[in-house]
């Protein structure tokens, strides 16, 4: 299984990007598929999530400002971000899973078998 993240890039505060993570080896249509980021000197974070199904779950941090959706037919997830801020400044991955996790599940990421490279977001002020 392999996953490709893309579509990161340099935006103001205020924009918006849309990242995609791409699979290949699994469907992503079953399953737990999340987006994770990391930025400089701080551990690995939850971000968004989604589930078989269909529920979604977000980080407190970006609810209201950021989408996970699945597109089956050509097995992707994005996450639309939006509203952006200079704190969502980090290296985010996609991981997935073949299990359906509960909600205080789906954010622990060593719950996740399989792993995007990662792709830089850099918002400026």
């Known amino acids: 299984v392999q996953l490709q993240a893309s579509g990161g890039g340099l935006v103001q505060a205020g924009g918006s990007l849309r990242l995609s993570c791409a699979a290949s080896g699994r469907s992503v249509s079953s399953g737990t598929v999340a987006w994770f980021r990391q930025a400089p000197g701080k551990e690995r974070e939850f971000v968004a999530g989604?589930?078989?199904?269909?529920?979604?779950f977000y980080a407190g941090s970006v609810k209201n400002r950021f989408t996970i959706s699945r597109d089956n037919a050509k097995n992707t997830v994005y996450l639309e971000m939006n509203s952006l801020k200079v704190e969502d400044t980090a290296v985010y991955y996609c991981?997935?899973?073949?299990?359906?996790?509960?909600?205080?599940?789906?954010?622990?990421?060593?719950?996740?078998?399989?792993w995007g490279q990662g792709t830089q977001v850099t918002v400026s002020s």
């Open positions: 989604t589930r078989g199904g269909g529920q979604t």
């Open positions: 991981a997935a899973s073949a299990s359906n996790w509960i909600s205080s599940a789906i954010r622990d990421d060593v719950r996740y078998d399989y």
